[in-house]
C-alpha cells in the first residue's frame, strides 16, 4: 500500500464538492455503517445528522495534519483514548475503514473517477490511523505526558473543550 499525500488530499478537497459535498459523504457513512455492521449502532447517541460533522472534521485535521506528525500523532493517540469511553472495540476500525473506502469510492466515483492509486492511499492512511489509535487505546498510560503536553486530559478530552475532535492550528503546538 501507498500513502500518497497529493493523492490524499486532492481527494478530500474533491469529497468536499462533488455529489452533495461532506455532508452526503457523511450521511451516506452513517446509513452504510449501520446497514452493514449493526452492532456498532448502539455506540452512538449521536444522530447521523450531527454525528458526521465531527467525522468530517477529524477526517479534514487528519488530511491536513498528515505531513505534520508531530501534531498529528497526539491528536491521534488522543482520539483513540477518547473513543474508550464510546466503548470502541479494535474490532470497530476494521468496519469504520472498510466503510469510509467504500463510501469514499461511491462518492467519488459518481461525479468523477476513482482509482487503484486513489484507493491504495486512502486504505493505507485508514490503516495507520486506526493503528495509531489502537495503540493509544490499548495502553492510555503510555501517551499521559504527550497528552498533557499538546492540552489533552488523560481521557483524550481537552479541558473546557466541547469540540475535541477538531484540531487547532495552533492549539497543539507546545
Given at each position: 500500500?501507498?500513502?500518497?499525500?497529493?493523492?490524499?488530499?486532492?481527494?478530500?478537497?474533491?469529497?468536499?464538492?462533488?455529489?452533495?459535498?461532506t455532508t452526503e459523504l457523511g450521511l451516506r457513512f452513517y446509513k452504510r455503517l449501520f446497514e452493514k455492521y449493526p452492532s456498532v449502532k448502539p455506540l452512538f447517541h449521536t444522530p447521523p445528522e450531527e454525528q458526521h460533522k465531527k467525522l468530517m472534521?477529524?477526517?479534514?485535521?487528519?488530511?491536513?495534519?498528515?505531513?505534520?506528525?508531530?501534531?498529528?500523532?497526539?491528536?491521534?493517540?488522543?482520539?483513540?483514548?477518547?473513543?474508550?469511553?464510546?466503548?470502541?472495540?479494535?474490532?470497530?476500525y476494521s468496519a469504520v475503514g472498510e466503510n469510509l473506502?467504500?463510501?469514499?469510492?461511491?462518492?467519488?466515483?459518481?461525479?468523477?473517477?476513482?482509482?487503484?492509486?486513489?484507493?491504495?492511499?486512502?486504505?493505507?492512511?485508514?490503516?495507520?490511523?486506526?493503528?495509531?489509535?489502537?495503540?493509544?487505546?490499548e495502553n492510555p498510560g503510555a501517551f499521559k505526558e504527550e497528552l498533557a503536553k499538546f492540552g489533552y486530559e488523560p481521557d483524550g478530552f481537552k479541558k473546557n473543550d466541547v469540540t475535541p475532535w477538531l484540531q487547532q492550528e495552533s492549539a497543539n503546538t507546545p
Open positions: 500500500m501507498t500513502l500518497d499525500i497529493l493523492v490524499l488530499r486532492n481527494t478530500f478537497e474533491r469529497a468536499k464538492v462533488e455529489n452533495g459535498g472534521a477529524s477526517l479534514g485535521a487528519i488530511v491536513a495534519g498528515v505531513e505534520q506528525p508531530e501534531r498529528l500523532l497526539p491528536y491521534l493517540h488522543a482520539m483513540g483514548i477518547r473513543h474508550l469511553k464510546y466503548q470502541t472495540e479494535t474490532p470497530h473506502l467504500a463510501v469514499l469510492a461511491e462518492h467519488l466515483s459518481k461525479e468523477g473517477e476513482w482509482t487503484i492509486a486513489m484507493a491504495e492511499t486512502w486504505e493505507a492512511a485508514i490503516e495507520l490511523v486506526a493503528k495509531t489509535m489502537v495503540e493509544a487505546s
